[in-house]
T-cell receptor, first 109, second 113 residues
Framework: GENVEQHPSTLSVQEGDSAVIKCTYS??????FPWYKQELGKRPQLIID?????GEKKDQRIAVTLNKTAKHFSLHITETQPEDSAVYFC????????FGAGTTVTVRA | NAGVTQTPKFQVLKTGQSMTLQCAQD?????MSWYRQDPGMGLRLIHY???????DQGEVPNGYNVSRSTTEDFPLRLLSAAPSQTSVYFC????????????FGEGSRLTVL
């Protein structure tokens, strides 16, 4: 099955700066890579996803890039705001969704 | 639509007790799953189902049972609770296993003493 590794485990950024979270996956058959955001005490919610036939996808201040050859994908958050503080999970799908261990992002005012 | 509904939200058990976490969705999703969330370990898949009558094991199935008698319901049973099962449990569903967004329930915090 799929094995997804996520780095870093914690990330502290100044408000307005960018944040980048990287994930690697093991199964070359994986074809769908979502990112979930979990605010403190809440449920995870999908923020952006990318399929294997696309190299990059953007939604306002959030972007995801995928390098299938190297088997890694990244989440980029630009112009970070306090409400971006949360735990972010990447995931990869072969026949089921496997999650990374999560990155706790703290945006300092 | 209520989405994915989990009950109970909190539960304290003694070692050896059994209990069932309930999960229901009203979105007519084929795929349902249970995850446990522990600090530093992300979301680990316990069991999943791709449709009524079909279930399969995830990464950490030991000590848990599931059934899927209807499309809407996917209960998780702890057979004999152990302290290692102290965790936050999330039920999640999606239209199909191989596509689209997973919708999570609010979570159930279980403590085993």
């Amino acid at each position: 099955g799929e094995n997804v590794e996520q780095h870093p485990s914690t990330l502290s950024v100044q408000e307005g700066d960018s944040a980048v979270i990287k994930c690697t996956y093991s199964d070359s058959a994986s074809n769908y890579f979502p990112w979930y955001k979990q605010e403190l005490g809440k449920r995870p919610q999908l923020i952006i996803d990318i399929r294997s036939n696309v190299g990059e996808k953007k939604d306002q201040r959030i972007a995801v890039t995928l390098n299938k050859t190297a088997k890694h994908f990244s989440l980029h958050i630009t112009e970070t705001q306090p409400e971006d503080s949360a735990v972010y999970f990447c995931a990869g799908l072969d026949y089921k969704l496997s999650f990374g261990a999560g990155t706790t992002v703290t945006v300092r005012a | 639509n209520a989405g994915v509904t989990q009950t109970p939200k909190f539960q304290v058990l003694k070692t050896g007790q059994s209990m069932t976490l309930q999960c229901a969705q009203d979105m007519n999703h084929e795929y349902m799953s249970w995850y446990r969330q522990d600090p530093g370990m992300g979301l680990r898949l316990i069991h999943y189902s791709v449709g009524a009558g079909i279930t399969d094991q995830g990464e950490v199935p030991n000590g848990y049972n599931v059934s899927r008698s209807t499309t809407e319901d996917f209960p998780l049973r702890l057979l004999s609770a152990a302290p290692s099962q102290t965790s936050v449990y999330f039920c999640a569903s999606s239209h199909r296993a191989d596509t689209g967004e997973l919708f999570f329930g609010e979570g159930s915090r279980l403590t085993v003493l």
